[in-house]
């Protein structure tokens, strides 16, 4: 995830830049529970999770409005 995402993951929130199909491949097989299990505050400062949630949904394995990563909670209608 860090080698393939991080560019398209990291500050500032905007602009939202599509992911690689590289990214996109890392984030359809990855295990989010468990990667959101290990999010921290620390983490948090690195990666921009609201360029998370659009990596998911671009790359169609979307997180679902109301789930907790980190300390983090996925905004309604799944942005």
């Known amino acids: 995830m860090i080698a393939e995402c991080h560019q398209y ?15 996109c491949n890392v984030w359809k097989n990855a295990n989010i529970p468990c990667l959101c299990a290990r999010v921290t505050k620390e983490t948090e400062k690195t990666w921009c999770m ?14 679902q409005p109301g789930y907790h990563c980190g300390s983090f909670t996925v905004p309604g209608g799944g942005q």
Not at 9 to 23: G, L, V
Not at 50 to 63: H, L, Q
């Open 50 to 63: 609201e360029k998370i949630v659009y990596i998911g949904k671009y790359c169609g394995k979307p997180m």
């Open 9 to 23: 993951a990291s500050f500032p929130p905007e602009p939202k830049i599509p992911p690689s199909d590289a990214c």
